[in-house]
């Protein structure tokens, strides 16, 4: 099936669109090279679970194996459908690239959905919330002039840090919602928000660079299914920073309530010609 998207589209529909095929995103999509990796990996996640619909996502992952072309081709397989997980994976490729040159490759775990509360004697954690003001407490990060795919968002940084401003700390925190999808966060919504904060170690550096994704990977938790409000209050902390450029990070979300709703995983690379900040400093 083809589905082609022109100009700027709303989230929401972009979510909504997605099928094996053919897919066309705007100009407004692009991340720091190609499209943006969250929605990149939200599209094909859409795209596996069209395969598995009763079926509820646990994880997915995707490498970044080259800048996203705004025309794509995507295709799914699936590996494995088994009582308990099925397992897929997804991949997007230009449209005139060459047999095997993707630009994208996933892969996702999906269960069994189970409905109620589960027994009260499995073990069981949730990162707690920061705290945190109301989000219009909360100053207005314009991060647009970064990437364009940013002026679907809407930023309200909490604490001190902002991106190039030399903090202490390689970690950001801040109120994220989409500004044209009004709808609470569900599990590919988690996807793309959970990738729209800048770099963490943007935190500690004082000039702009770039820090593209290679990998992401998102875990949806349960307390997800709870979320009635568009906003969700996102944190990124740079986990491993090396002197190469090479970094990895923790990106957990939370609803206004304190709920945690899932958490995901970057490894990035810093733009080479950048004097790479320490995350201790």
Request: aromatic share 6%; glycine share 8%; charged share 20%.
């Amino acid at each position: 099936m083809t589905t082609r998207q022109r100009g700027s589209v709303p989230i929401g529909q972009l979510l909504l669109a997605p099928r094996s095929g053919e897919l066309q995103f705007g100009a407004d999509t692009i991340g720091f090279a190609g499209v943006h990796g969250g929605l990149t990996t939200a599209v094909l996640t859409a795209s596996m679970q069209e395969r598995v619909p009763d079926r509820r996502l646990q994880s997915v992952s995707a490498d970044f194996l080259r800048p996203t072309p705004v025309t794509v081709n995507t295709n799914v397989e699936l590996i494995r459908d088994g009582r308990s997980a099925s397992f897929l994976n997804a991949t997007a490729a230009g449209v005139d690239a060459a047999a095997g040159q993707h630009a994208v490759r996933a892969s996702a775990v999906f269960s069994a959905a189970r409905d109620g509360d589960p027994p009260a004697d499995l073990p069981h954690h949730a990162e707690p919330a920061p705290a945190a003001p109301p989000p219009r407490q909360c100053e207005l990060v314009d991060l647009a002039t970064l990437v364009p795919f940013a002026r679907h968002t809407e930023i309200r940084a909490v604490g001190p840090n902002r991106p190039f401003s030399g903090a202490a700390d390689a970690e950001l925190l801040a109120w994220i919602r989409f500004t044209d999808d009004d709808r609470s966060p569900d599990e590919l919504r988690l996807i793309v928000l959970l990738d729209s904060l800048a770099p963490s170690v943007f935190a500690t550096a004082t000039r702009p660079t770039i820090a593209p994704s290679v990998r992401l990977t998102v875990h949806p938790s349960a307390g997800l299914r709870t979320a009635t409000e568009p906003w969700l209050l996102v944190r990124a902390t740079a986990r491993q920073v090396s002197s190469d450029g090479w970094f990895t990070e923790q990106i957990d979300g939370w609803t206004p309530q304190g709920v945690h709703v899932g958490v995901g995983y970057q490894l990035r690379l810093l733009s080479v010609d950048h004097v790479m900040p320490r995350a201790d400093q």
